[in-house]
């Protein structure tokens, strides 16, 4: 059976129980991370971290946990589970107090949840990641840089896509794309460059985003952090996602439009293979 971390305890995932008082169940008032483990190592920690202690600080969410401690139950829990590959969730809320709209006492102890998910996704193709996404308008609160457990409207539009045929769906805020439902979007121009949403409050800063530009830098490709619309996103020459679940992954098709020959292209094909050698290198 699965073991799972809550509140300094190691614990098999049916014994673990968190209060009905639990801010993060009551309020949604709860930050999460989520880190990629390749060969039971984990990539892209540091960055995870940092992203983990801006989320917090915007929401003067008190937190005593140390780096060093975090590190040592993510490992203990790859051991504990035999993780080679797959995930580690960590969700922080705000703890448990009596309802009020008014956050409780600076002194209320955290909820802090760790868990596992084995899962295969390194040795895929670009074929079988080849993506269709669809289009729908951006409902969710105007703060999508704090990684917060609110995942409602995410969560409907993956399941407004699947209805619709697709596997995932592309947010769009005034005209102009900010990212998918759980990952930063790309598209790469007729004239070869990589074009992604600027950092702003409308997307979320993601770790396996700044990697990949990293990436594209060290190849020599020209990068442009604008905004971009669903026009020229479905006149596009190529079309990916990135994410820490998928890495790298190709989309085909937006909404009813093939993008390019409608297969894989070589710019993102390229980048998830270099993401994923640096990853290994670099990882934990």
Same mark, same amino acid.
């Not at 979320?204 to 985003?209: F, K, M």
């Given at each position: ?11 098999p995932e049916t ?9 993060g ?17 984990l990539?892209?920690?540091a ?14 969410m ?8 975090l ?14 590959e !797959? ?5 922080v809320?705000r703890g448990?107090?009596d309802?009020?709209f008014?956050?409780?006492a ?8 760790l868990f596992?998910?084995k ?6 193709t670009?074929?079988?990641l080849?993506m269709?996404?669809?289009t ?18 995410s ?10 045929g ?14 998918g ?16 949403? !600027?950092?702003?409050?409308?997307i ?6 700044a990697?990949?530009l990293?990436?594209?830098?060290e190849? !020599? ?5 604008r ?17 820490a679940?998928?890495f ?14 409608g297969?894989?292209?070589?710019v993102?094909?390229?980048l998830?293979e270099?993401y994923l050698?640096?990853?290994?290198q670099?990882?934990?």
């Open positions: 059976m699965r073991q799972v971390y809550l509140n300094g305890q190691y614990l014994e673990a129980k968190v209060s009905i008082f639990d801010r169940f009551v309020f949604g008032d709860a930050v999460y991370e989520v880190t990629a483990v390749l060969e039971g190592k990539i892209d920690f960055g995870h971290l940092a992203r983990l202690h801006r989320s917090l600080s915007e929401l003067d008190p937190f005593s946990m140390d780096d060093a401690s590190l040592a139950v993510h490992r203990e829990l790859l051991s504990l589970n035999q993780v080679d !797959g995930l580690v969730y960590l969700q809320t448990a107090a309802r009020d008014l956050f409780p600076a002194d209320t102890p955290n909820t802090i949840v596992t998910q899962k295969k996704f390194s040795d895929k670009p074929e079988q080849a269709r996404v669809i729908l308008e951006d409902q969710r609160w105007l703060r999508c840089d704090i990684k917060t457990v609110q995942l409602l409207y969560s409907m539009a993956k399941n407004i896509a699947k209805k619709a697709a596997d995932d769906a592309w947010l769009v805020r005034d005209g102009l794309i900010t990212e439902s759980s990952s930063n979007a790309y598209i790469v121009t007729a004239d070869g460059a990589i074009v992604t949403r !600027g950092i702003s409050n409308l979320l800063s993601g770790i396996t985003r990697a990949v990293e990436c594209a830098r190849l !020599g490709l020209r990068l442009e952090e905004a971009f619309d669903v026009a020229e996103a479905k006149a596009a020459k190529e079309a990916f996602i990135t994410s679940t998928t790298v992954s190709p989309v085909v098709q937006i909404d009813d439009a093939a993008i390019g020959d297969k894989p292209g070589p993102a094909a390229r998830r270099i050698a640096r990853s290994r670099a990882a934990i």
